[in-house]
């Protein structure tokens, strides 16, 4: 099944989320191992560096095209560099790293529907 004809904006943003949803693996790899070592009473702040290394380059990729996921991932770096309890950071990078997910599929699903070629699909209905 072949899916629907994008114009060239809608490929550069899809390539854009592509990237930027390989990011957000990474990051998410970097909090998983933070959990782990706050459960084990060990640093932490090795882990917090990590994700703010991996997720810098994440805002600079969406603020043109994306800026309110890319403010999400701006929280995302504000709350790694906040000292506290590691358990509390940790609850918190995992659901800001859920939610930014979350707006990605969205932003693609949204990006298929608002730059898809809608000459193709009136002509095979």
Do not use: W
């Not at 603020?63 to 770096?77: D, P, R, S, Y």
Request: glycine letters at 6%; aromatic letters at 2%.
């Amino acid at each position: 099944m072949v899916g629907p004809k994008l114009d060239g904006a809608g490929i550069e943003k899809l390539k854009t989320l592509e990237i930027a949803q390989g990011h957000l693996q990474r990051v998410h790899s970097f909090v998983e191992h933070m959990a782990v070592a706050a459960k084990g009473q060990q640093p932490t702040a090795t882990y917090a560096s990590q994700v703010r290394r991996a997720a810098v380059p994440m805002v600079q990729l969406l603020k043109t095209q994306f800026g309110m996921i890319a403010e999400l991932v701006n929280a995302l770096l504000m709350t790694s560099a906040r000292t506290g309890s590691d358990q509390i950071r940790v609850r918190t990078l995992r659901e800001l790293v859920a939610q930014i997910r979350v707006q990605l599929e969205i932003s693609v699903i949204k990006t298929m529907e608002l730059h898809s070629d809608k000459d193709d699909t009136a002509a095979t209905h």
